[in-house]
């Protein structure tokens, strides 16, 4: 349900907006859209009533009639709820009304009264459909947001931590809904926007010889376009080349501990509810040791970019600590690997010392990972309009948006060094030299 959910922090109660089925929210007070008599016989009172059985309405008839814009309050019969609200939206058999500004005081007045009743009976979880949206006629988005300033407006002066959920079939919203769009129109029309919970961590790890200025111009875009998204600084420090060539482990566990570090407070922080991973160059090589060292380590997706991990690196173990993709087409894929074949970095890194690889340039070529490949060099992913088409998509809404399908072979001279294997070379030119200057 991530995609098709949003919570809001308001005081000290959270306000939840759901795309999705009254009956799957586990709460204690669902709210029913109702008539005067109290009938149940259309809509979201309709499908409350199958489920809480014919005692619901009978237990709900005995204080008919009600009038319109008050709550009366019933069993929940079979249901798995202690109680519901019965919120009367309409008055029995008469046509639905085209005040919209009546509209809007019936459901503020519902949705103020309902929360108040919450209290009186010391509950502390409730969820409401879009009140008035069956026969009374109310529309969808228009009662969302009238419910969601009411409950604003409540519980911001309440001292009490209130559950609120607002939910909305997603056949009424509209059919193939752009989620992170309808979302993003809630929060403005609601007045909501600055509440959004940022509960998806995206970590960002950078490559050597860098302080990742990257990281600012992509996490604007990320926090601009999606209010969930959190961008995360994963820097380890200054890492310079001699430090990178070296093959010893010590040096560069170090990075891997430093970066460690700074992850495991968004593991621990429980409103984050998924961590993302966006990493560059040497970046990829301490994600990789990150999840190889720790199995417990889960993440919700992965983007590699100028990755210097092996070409043979077993994705396939590490694809449980990983959430699959939405959708058929996606069901083994778990990492998005972007390519830049105009980088060499990848190449020159795995021909010059050990424990590097060319997957940044040439791909994974396995079922776990999607190759994306780009007229790119080693930095070239960072731009604007790279960010808003790749990675926006995929961390939003997890939508992989297919790379360019013409890709140049490589230069002959890029295939040469990797096979060449430049750390025998050095040494043996180095060695060399050295006879002849002392022959």
């Excluded at 089925?21 to 109702?34: Q, T």
């Excluded at 259309?42 to 008050?70: C, F, H, I, M, Y």
């Excluded at 009411?150 to 609120?164: F, H, P, Q, R, Y």
């Excluded at 560069?252 to 560059?280: C, T």
Aim: net charge neutral; with cysteine; proline share 5%.
């Amino acid at each position: 349900m991530a995609n098709k959910s949003r919570t809001y922090p308001v005081g000290a109660s959270t306000v939840t907006a759901v795309l999705g089925d009254i009956l799957d929210v586990p709460v204690e007070v669902v709210v029913s859209s109702d008539d005067n008599q109290l009938s149940m016989s259309g809509g979201v009172s309709k499908a409350l009533l199958a489920a809480g059985g014919e005692w619901t309405r009978r237990d709900a008839a005995k204080q008919a009639p009600a009038a319109v814009g008050s709550i009366v309050v019933g069993t929940a019969g079979e249901m798995d709820r202690r109680y519901v609200f019965h919120a009367i939206t309409r008055e029995d058999g008469v046509p639905p009304s085209d005040d919209r500004e009546r509209h809007r005081e019936i459901v503020a007045s519902a949705t103020r009264q309902a929360l108040s009743l919450l209290r009186e009976m010391k509950l502390t979880s409730i969820e409401f459909p879009a009140l008035g949206t069956g026969f009374a006629g109310f529309k969808v988005e228009d009662v969302a947001c009238e419910m969601a300033r009411a409950m604003i407006e409540d519980l911001t002066l309440s001292k009490g931590a209130l559950s609120v959920y607002i939910v909305l079939r997603e056949q009424d919203v509209g059919e193939n809904v752009d989620y992170q769009a309808f979302f993003n129109r809630f929060d403005d029309q609601s007045g909501l926007r600055h509440e959004v919970l940022r509960s998806h961590a995206v970590f960002m790890i950078h490559g050597i010889r860098t302080e990742a200025a990257w990281y600012e111009s992509v996490s604007t875009i990320l926090k601009a376009k999606d209010p969930r998204l959190y961008p995360v600084y994963g820097g380890y420090g200054f890492f310079d080349t001699f430090s990178f060539l070296l093959p010893l482990g010590t040096l560069r566990q170090r990075a891997v501990q430093k970066v460690k570090e700074k992850l495991e407070p968004l593991r621990r922080n429980p409103e984050i509810r998924q961590i993302s991973v966006v990493a560059h160059s040497f970046g990829t090589h301490i994600l990789g040791e990150l999840m190889r060292q720790d199995s417990t380590l889960k993440l919700h997706r992965v983007l590699l970019c100028g990755s210097i991990l092996p070409e043979n690196f077993k994705w396939e173990t590490l694809a449980a600590q990983i959430d699959p993709l939405p959708g058929g087409e996606h069901a083994t894929h778990r990492v998005i690997n972007d390519c830049g074949w105009l980088d060499i970095w990848p190449v020159l890194a795995h021909s010059a010392t050990w424990g590097y690889g060319q997957g940044g340039r040439f791909g994974f070529r396995t079922p776990a990972v999607i190759d994306r490949f780009h007229k790119l060099g080693h930095s070239g992913f960072f731009g604007d309009d790279f960010v808003e088409r790749y990675w926006l998509p995929l961390l939003s809404r997890g939508i992989v948006v297919d790379g360019p399908r013409d890709r140049e072979n490589s230069p002959w001279w890029i295939q040469a060094i990797g096979v060449a294997k430049l750390r025998y070379v050095l040494p043996l030119v180095l060695l060399l030299g050295f006879v002849w200057l002392w022959r």
